[in-house]
Nanobody, 122 residues
């Protein structure tokens, strides 16, 4: 089992950057595929980026490609989401999640953090 705690959200102007962090507890963190999801008010939660246990494979949704970068540090039990060129439509609660799967299927993420709010002003 793994517990997840996100940090780093906040208010930023359009075009700005933020880095989200996710601290994980548990000795088996390095075996999990990790993901960053987001959910805007009135919308479904969607997978923005994912990274496999070794960091050798990553996934990005089309709406963040070229702007967001996911990374992990297994020695520190940390996952990061570097967000650049932020847009007002990126405003959402961002969640860190863990999965034992390898294919970035949203249904396979079964450990979740509490979320961190990102607000992008125009």
């Amino acid at each position: 089992q793994v517990q997840l705690v996100e940090s780093g959200g906040g208010l930023v102007q359009a075009g700005g950057s933020l880095r989200l962090s996710c601290a994980a507890s548990g000795r088996t963190f390095s075996t999990y595929t990790m993901g960053w999801f987001r959910q805007a008010p009135g919308k479904e939660r969607e997978l923005a980026a994912g990274i496999r246990w070794s960091g050798s494979s990553t996934y990005y949704a089309d709406f963040v490609k070229g702007r967001f970068t996911i990374s992990r540090d297994n020695a520190k039990n940390m996952v990061y989401l570097q967000m650049t060129s932020l847009k007002p439509e990126d405003t959402a609660t961002y969640y860190c999640a863990a999965s034992k799967g390898l294919e970035y299927r949203p249904s396979e993420y079964n450990y979740w953090g509490q979320g961190t709010q990102v607000t992008v002003s125009s």
